[in-house]
């Protein structure tokens, strides 16, 4: 996990939002190889092992979950299909790639210039200066609004689509499988036989007439 990437993570239980306390133990080149995270809120810990970021409740990095895995032409293909579904055109804003999206991480990021975090990722994903590793359950851990979009696949739970909206930045877009709905509080942009597309609705802001224009 390049060092930078830590200010976007946070606590997975439920309380007020808050940084976590990084406590480092091996670092190379700016990438985290060996910490632990600390929540200053509820206590909780997180480690870091061999570069990857562990919230999962009870989880064994010697035991990653199976992903399929892809070719070097099929991660090209992933690649530009998912950057064209997330928008993915602003330099140095942030996108999450879950499952078999992973495995396109490092392509995606040398296409756009975007910093991937690749959740839930398969053994061949490496970390970068603009590629992070993270290991989650149901619940996303990173700031509310802090990416620019997110796709995830079947291998994730229906309640990760509630976790994905609050991590997506208003006016930014979701990919999902079409086993699971889109949020309702998305606007729903397209979809095939095997995806979505969803947009988070832009941020509502209240207009009040002032008194010197009356």
Request: aromatic share 4%.
């Amino acid at each position: 996990m390049f060092i930078e990437m830590l200010d976007l993570l946070r606590c997975v239980n439920a309380h007020e939002e808050t940084w976590l306390v990084a406590s480092l133990k091996a670092v190379s080149n700016r990438i985290v190889l060996d910490a632990t995270l600390g929540c200053p809120v509820c206590q909780a810990q997180y480690p870091i092992r061999k570069g990857i970021a562990d919230f999962r409740r009870g989880g064994d990095l010697s035991h990653p979950p199976a992903v399929r895995r892809s070719g070097g032409e099929r991660r090209e293909e992933l690649a530009t299909r998912i950057g064209a579904f997330l928008n993915a055109t602003e330099p140095g804003a942030t996108i999450v790639l879950g499952g078999i999206w992973a495995d396109a991480a490092q392509e995606l990021a040398m296409m756009t210039d975007v910093r991937v975090l690749a959740l839930n990722p398969g053994a061949s994903v490496e970390e970068s200066e603009r590629v992070g590793l993270i290991r989650a359950d149901t619940e996303i851990p990173l700031a509310p609004g802090s990416v620019l979009g997110l796709a995830f696949d079947a291998t994730f739970s229906p309640e990760t689509v509630s976790s994905a909206l609050k991590v997506v930045r208003a006016g930014g877009r979701i990919v999902g499988p079409v086993s699971t709905d889109a949020p309702h509080d998305a606007s729903e942009l397209a979809r095939d036989a095997s995806y979505w597309v969803a947009e988070k609705p832009a941020e509502m802001v209240s207009l009040r007439r002032s008194r010197l224009a009356e």
